[in-house]
């Protein structure tokens, strides 16, 4: 079984930052791809970034290129999202998820596990 845990998430001011971890245990990550998702109210569930664990590889939604940044510990078996120049727009539940396969998809259905989420409020 794999667990999911995210932190960080909290209130900032638009055009701050903030970063979000999300440390998964349970088995070996190595062919995996991670996801990070948000959820903002009233809206549906939307892909903002995946990693390939194995090698690093990123995709990017549109809406966040250029402002956020995924990484990944592959010691600490824990992924990173970096977020700049926040804005009232990105306020929602950022959800990190797990993939069971080296490849990066951005559906949700795509993801096998999932953690709780962590809220993200910016304010104007």
């Known amino acids: 079984q794999v667990q999911l845990v995210e932190s960080g998430g909290g209130l900032v001011q638009a055009g701050g930052s903030l970063r979000l971890s999300c440390a998964a245990s349970?088995?070996?990550?190595?062919?995996?791809?991670m996801g990070w998702f948000r959820q903002a109210p009233g809206k549906e569930r939307e892909f903002v970034v995946a990693?390939?664990?194995?090698?690093?590889?990123?995709y990017y939604a549109d809406s966040v290129k250029g402002r956020f940044t995924i990484s990944r510990d592959n010691a600490k078996n824990t992924v990173y999202l970096q977020m700049n120049s926040l804005k009232p727009e990105d306020t929602a539940v950022y959800y990190c998820?797990?993939?069971?396969?080296?490849?990066?998809?951005?559906?949700?259905?795509?993801?096998?596990?999932w953690g709780q989420g962590t809220p993200v409020t910016v304010s104007s």
């Open positions: 998820a797990a993939r069971r396969s080296g490849t990066i998809r951005i559906a949700n259905i795509d993801y096998d596990y």
């Open positions: 349970g088995r070996t990550f190595s062919m995996y791809a």
């Open positions: 990693i390939t664990w194995r090698n690093g590889i990123t």
